[in-house]
């Protein structure tokens, strides 16, 4: 019997460690995320995202990832490994670019409440990925919030009401 957990072990190994993961790049930089390991010697399991702002380059990691399955379909025998490729969230900015108006009326409505716009890549998936693709374009703007998603994450009155005046900017240039 073979033991999936060694099996997953070399799976792991087989991606890259040093380069292409979230702790190693950064910006505009892709990467395999691991995300979720579970199971014992009879099956495991693993979950890995697949980031890239790059649409080509993100089909180039799916391709690997599928070769990586089969290579291991091969060692193994066929089925010993399950693939499931999905899509999640994918760069907004593929439709963003087409209608730099909408980007421009976020920036906008952030120096009216005085604040200076910072652009950066968000390297995580986001609500405002998921409705530009179902058809409602939506740039990601700053909620308030600080240091997300870590242990100092907190949320500052005054940038929660800063926040808000943003939004409000923003419903006042759609509606006029």
């Known amino acids: 019997m073979v033991n999936a957990a060694l099996i997953a072990g070399e799976i792991i190994a087989a991606f890259p460690q040093q380069t292409e993961t979230p702790a190693t790049t950064e910006k505009y930089e892709g990467f395999y995320h691991l995300g979720r390991i579970s199971g014992g010697v009879e099956s495991a399991e693993l979950t890995y995202i697949l980031r890239d702002h790059d649409a080509t380059i993100l089909k180039k990691r799916e ?24 899509d999640q969230y994918r760069n907004m900015d593929e439709i ?7 980007t ?27 409705l530009t693709f179902m058809g409602l374009p939506c740039p990601n703007i700053f909620a308030g919030g600080h240091n997300a998603h870590g242990p100092y994450e907190y949320v500052p009155i005054p940038s929660m009401e800063a926040a808000v005046q943003v939004v409000v900017n923003i419903a006042k240039a759609v509606v006029n």
């Open 63 to 86: 391709k690997f990832v599928t070769e990586l399955a089969a290579s291991f379909n091969k060692k193994y025998g066929e089925g010993t490994i399950v693939l499931e490729l999905k």
């Open 104 to 130: 421009q009326i976020a920036k906008n409505a952030i120096i009216e409440a005085g604040i200076t716009p910072i652009v950066r890549p968000i390297r995580g998936g986001t609500d405002g990925s998921q």
């Open 96 to 102: 963003l670019q087409n209608q730099p108006e909408i």
